[in-house]
């Protein structure tokens, strides 16, 4: 999904949960949702030196170049799950709740358009 995607569909369902978890379970949802795309703002600042999400947004949709995935990672999973675990806090186990929608978003899409984005990170990659 593009991100404005990923804005518009965590704001729908941090809405929906907001009777249930109150506005600030439903505010970290809705950023944990959102959170996994700002790779792309990190690479857009790498490769250009600017840090305005909204170039970074034209960027990559007008030119069809290809961000690198930092948090569309499995560690990144992996490492929201466990602080969710070890921690106990319910703000971080609603912020991973946030965040695996996302990655689950991204993964139906590589499945419906034939696309990989998750990538092993950077450890994955140096044990494989």
């Keep these: 999904m593009h991100p404005l995607q990923h804005i518009?569909?965590?704001l729908l369902l941090g809405i929906?949960?907001?009777p249930t978890t109150g506005v600030y379970l439903s505010g970290v949802f809705f950023i944990?949702?959102?959170?996994?795309?700002?790779?792309?703002?990190?690479?857009?600042a790498i490769n250009t030196g600017s840090i305005n999400p909204l170039e970074a947004y034209r960027?990559?949709?007008?030119?069809?170049v290809r961000p690198t995935y930092i948090l569309h990672t499995y560690e990144a999973m992996i490492t929201l799950i466990l602080l969710s675990?070890?921690?106990r806090s319910k703000t971080?186990?609603?912020?991973?709740l946030g965040f695996?929608?996302?990655?689950?978003?991204d993964i139906g899409q590589e499945y419906f358009a034939h696309e990989v984005m998750m990538k092993p990170g950077l450890l994955l990659n140096l044990i494989l």
């Design 59 to 64: 960027y990559y949709t007008s030119e069809h």
């Design 32 to 44: 944990g949702s959102i959170f996994p795309d700002t790779d792309h703002i990190i690479s857009y």
């Design 8 to 10: 518009i569909v965590g």
């Design 100 to 105: 695996l929608f996302h990655m689950l978003t």
């Design 85 to 87: 675990i070890y921690t």
């Design 92 to 96: 971080i186990r609603v912020f991973t």
């Design 16 to 18: 929906i949960i907001l």
